[in-house]
């Protein structure tokens, strides 16, 4: 009876403090401590007491109901990651140059994020990130890149909004997005989007279980590129991307799955038009960097990964992970250099959690000239551009939780016939390496 009258007031008390954010844990300690010296809670008392204590105040706070503090505070969470890296670029002479000298930096991310739960069905983000001032021939597209540059003389940085959303959940299977968000589509690799990317506009994701062992999905979006209006016309004529991805999960047994989707995308608004953040690769009407762009886009984009769990138990070698993943893409609205493929691989451990865990991945990559929007790839896979072959191959360790080394080498060249920004048309490879520190939080 004691113990259950003295958890009641040290519970309430505590959930008052967390309302206080100069004092919770240290006074929530400080009281059970006077119970004890007082006599009425023995020492062992007095810890279980303080344990319970602090998990009922969590768990309220995660479901919010904990009376003390305002709900959507409860609901409230605060995420981030930063990243230190050094990267070297290293490219051969191109033909209308007398020479290419290798660059050496260092760079910084930092991402910073809120999410909040109005109600239960209502999420809403927002984010901020490095990268907005970054003007280096790697990072100019500020929307394929949030690394900052160490430079200018010790000077500050910018910070740039990543994204700004609501997510409605009206039931457990129908997901809708509106503002700025995480790409909405699966992609085993990264041969069409660069993971920095943010799109805006709207989305609306399906999953639903059929069966024990057989999940479907839809991703769908309407994506908002750029604004334009036509002075001549003055009709409404805004670059949007349309695209929807049906898609499975199968388990073909209890340590086998196979993820596969099919993505269709479609274009309006972008015909003779020049798109913020092009790589200058694409087929354009002057085949100069400012030309306008001469075709349409829209592609069919298959995509799998098959995974397995401990794939090599039966010999007694302790591999937690294996997977196989490929994708394909076709612009069949254009006959020519409009196909692309990757193909890859993943082994060790599935995620990177505690010291020790490692996982070591590979890809190729080819991407024809007008395969893809050159907006879109990885900016780090052969600067952006389309018209490219590449190979990759990265390697994560950790080092504790939430934190871990990370090594990527990139080595790429130019399939004949494609042209550089500059103008110039060249097959000489460009390699890079990076050594990144990770840490989230």
């Given at each position: 009876?004691?113990?259950?009258?003295w958890?009641?007031?040290?519970?309430?008390g505590?959930?008052?403090?967390?309302?206080?954010?100069?004092?919770?844990?240290?006074?929530?300690?400080?009281?059970?401590?006077?119970?004890?010296e007082?006599?009425v809670?023995?020492?062992?008392?007095?810890?279980?007491?303080?344990?319970?204590?602090?998990?009922?105040?969590?768990?309220?706070?995660?479901?919010?109901?904990?009376d003390?503090?305002?709900?959507w505070?409860?609901?409230?969470?605060?995420?981030?990651?930063?990243?230190?890296?050094?990267?070297?670029?290293?490219?051969?002479?191109?033909?209308?140059?007398?020479?290419?000298p290798d660059?050496?930096?260092?760079?910084?991310?930092?991402?910073?994020?809120?999410?909040t739960?109005p109600?239960?069905?209502?999420?809403?983000g927002?984010?901020?990130?490095?990268?907005?001032?970054?003007l280096t021939?790697?990072?100019?597209?500020?929307?394929?890149?949030?690394?900052q540059?160490?430079?200018?003389?010790?000077?500050?940085?910018?910070?740039?909004?990543?994204y700004?959303?609501a997510?409605?959940?009206p039931?457990?299977?129908?997901?809708?997005?509106?503002g700025?968000?995480?790409?909405?589509?699966?992609?085993?690799?990264?041969?069409?989007?660069d993971?920095?990317?943010?799109?805006?506009g709207?989305?609306l994701?399906l999953?639903?279980?059929?069966?024990?062992?057989?999940?479907?999905?839809?991703?769908?979006?309407?994506?908002?590129?750029?604004?334009?209006t036509s002075?001549?016309?003055?009709?409404?004529?805004s670059?949007?991307?349309?695209v929807?991805?049906?898609?499975?999960?199968?388990?073909?047994?209890?340590?086998?799955?196979l993820?596969s989707?099919?993505?269709?995308?479609?274009?309006?608004?972008?015909?003779?038009?020049?798109?913020?953040?092009?790589a200058?690769?694409?087929?354009?009407?002057?085949g100069?960097?400012?030309?306008l762009?001469?075709?349409?886009?829209?592609?069919?984009n298959?995509?799998?990964e098959l995974s397995?769990?401990?794939?090599?138990?039966?010999?007694?070698i302790?591999?937690?992970?294996f997977?196989l993943?490929?994708?394909?893409?076709?612009?069949?609205?254009?006959?020519?250099r409009?196909t692309?493929?990757?193909?890859?691989?993943?082994?060790?451990?599935?995620?990177?959690?505690?010291?020790?865990?490692?996982?070591?991945r590979?890809?190729y990559?080819m991407?024809?000239?007008?395969a893809?929007?050159?907006?879109l790839?990885?900016?780090?896979?052969?600067?952006?551009?389309?018209?490219?072959?590449?190979?990759?191959g990265?390697?994560d360790?950790?080092?504790?939780?939430?934190?871990w080394?990370?090594?990527?080498?990139?080595?790429?060249w130019?399939?004949?016939?494609?042209?550089?920004?500059?103008?110039?048309?060249?097959?000489?490879?460009?390699s890079?390496?990076?050594?990144?520190?990770?840490?989230?939080?």
């Amino acid at each position: 009876m004691r113990k259950g009258l003295w958890a009641s007031v040290v519970l309430w008390g505590a959930a008052l403090l967390c309302a206080m954010p100069t004092a919770y844990a240290g006074e929530v300690d400080l009281l059970v401590q006077k119970l004890v010296e007082k006599g009425v809670l023995s020492a062992n008392e007095g810890q279980i007491l303080l344990d319970e204590t602090k998990q009922d105040v969590a768990k309220q706070n995660a479901k919010g109901t904990n009376d003390a503090i305002p709900a959507w505070v409860q609901t409230t969470k605060l995420k981030g990651d930063f990243r230190f890296r050094y990267q070297h670029d290293h490219a051969k002479r191109l033909a209308t140059t007398s020479n290419n000298p290798d660059t050496d930096r260092t760079r910084i991310r930092m991402r910073l994020g809120l999410e909040t739960k109005p109600n239960d069905k209502l999420l809403v983000g927002i984010g901020l990130s490095t990268g907005k001032d970054d003007l280096t021939t790697e990072s100019a597209d500020q929307s394929r890149s949030t690394n900052q540059t160490l430079t200018d003389g010790f000077s500050k940085y910018a910070l740039a909004l990543d994204y700004a959303f609501a997510q409605y959940t009206p039931v457990s299977w129908a997901t809708l997005y509106a503002g700025k968000f995480k790409s909405p589509l699966w992609e085993p690799g990264d041969l069409i989007w660069d993971t920095d990317i943010n799109p805006a506009g709207g989305a609306l994701k399906l999953d639903y279980q059929l069966a024990p062992s057989l999940d479907v999905f839809l991703n769908t979006g309407v994506l908002t590129i750029a604004e334009v209006t036509s002075a001549s016309t003055k009709k409404w004529a805004s670059p949007t991307m349309y695209v929807a991805q049906p898609g499975v999960v199968v388990d073909l047994s209890d340590t086998v799955s196979l993820k596969s989707a099919v993505a269709y995308y479609t274009h309006t608004g972008i015909n003779n038009k020049q798109l913020y953040g092009s790589a200058g690769t694409n087929t354009n009407t002057t085949g100069a960097s400012t030309g306008l762009l001469l075709y349409k886009y829209t592609e069919v984009n298959p995509s799998a990964e098959l995974s397995f769990k401990e794939p090599l138990k039966a010999f007694g070698i302790g591999l937690p992970y294996f997977s196989l993943f490929g994708e394909y893409v076709e612009n069949i609205a254009v006959k020519d250099r409009n196909t692309g493929y990757m193909g890859g691989f993943k082994v060790g451990a599935e995620k990177i959690a505690a010291f020790g865990d490692w996982q070591f991945r590979y890809n190729y990559a080819m991407l024809g000239r007008d395969a893809v929007l050159d907006i879109l790839p990885d900016s780090d896979r052969y600067s952006g551009k389309t018209g490219m072959r590449s190979h990759e191959g990265m390697l994560d360790f950790g080092l504790g939780k939430n934190t871990w080394l990370g090594l990527d080498y990139y080595y790429g060249w130019q399939l004949p016939g494609s042209v550089q920004p500059s103008g110039a048309t060249q097959t000489k490879p460009a390699s890079e390496y990076q050594v990144d520190w990770n840490m989230k939080f």
